[in-house]
């Protein structure tokens, strides 16, 4: 897997120093941004992709080990997008009731 970004973390405490799932990440890594629930992944050196999370073969995107477990493809686009239209059809009613 190859990370799209990168950062730094200066901690000592090993409990703090965890990503958002409760794996242990290094001083220094590379990160990539879950195309599912655009949540930061952490990317440790010499890491196994399948223990950092996977690519998801519908929309072609990295995506975190949570959202390969749920074995859908919802990409937060396109979940925005439908909020939008959800929310631009309400405006669109309450505009006809007055």
């Known amino acids: 897997?190859?990370?799209?970004?990168?950062?730094?973390?200066?901690?000592?405490?090993p409990i703090v120093a965890r990503d958002r799932h409760g794996r242990l990440i290094d001083v220094e890594h590379d990160t990539f941004t879950c195309a599912h629930c655009s949540g930061v992944v952490f990317v440790n050196?010499?890491?196994r992709a399948a223990d950092i999370g996977?690519?998801?073969?519908?929309?072609?995107k990295n995506?975190?080990?949570?959202?390969v477990d749920k074995d859908i493809c919802r990409p937060?686009?396109?979940?925005?997008?439908?909020?939008?239209?959800g929310l631009e059809r309400e405006r669109t009613r309450k505009s006809y009731e007055g």
């Open 1 to 13: 897997m190859r990370g799209a970004g990168y950062g730094q973390i200066i901690c000592d405490d």
């Open 76 to 85: 937060v686009e396109k979940l925005l997008e439908m909020i939008e239209r």
């Open 45 to 47: 050196a010499r890491e």
């Open 54 to 60: 996977g690519f998801c073969r519908a929309c072609g």
């Open 63 to 67: 995506i975190c080990g949570p959202c």
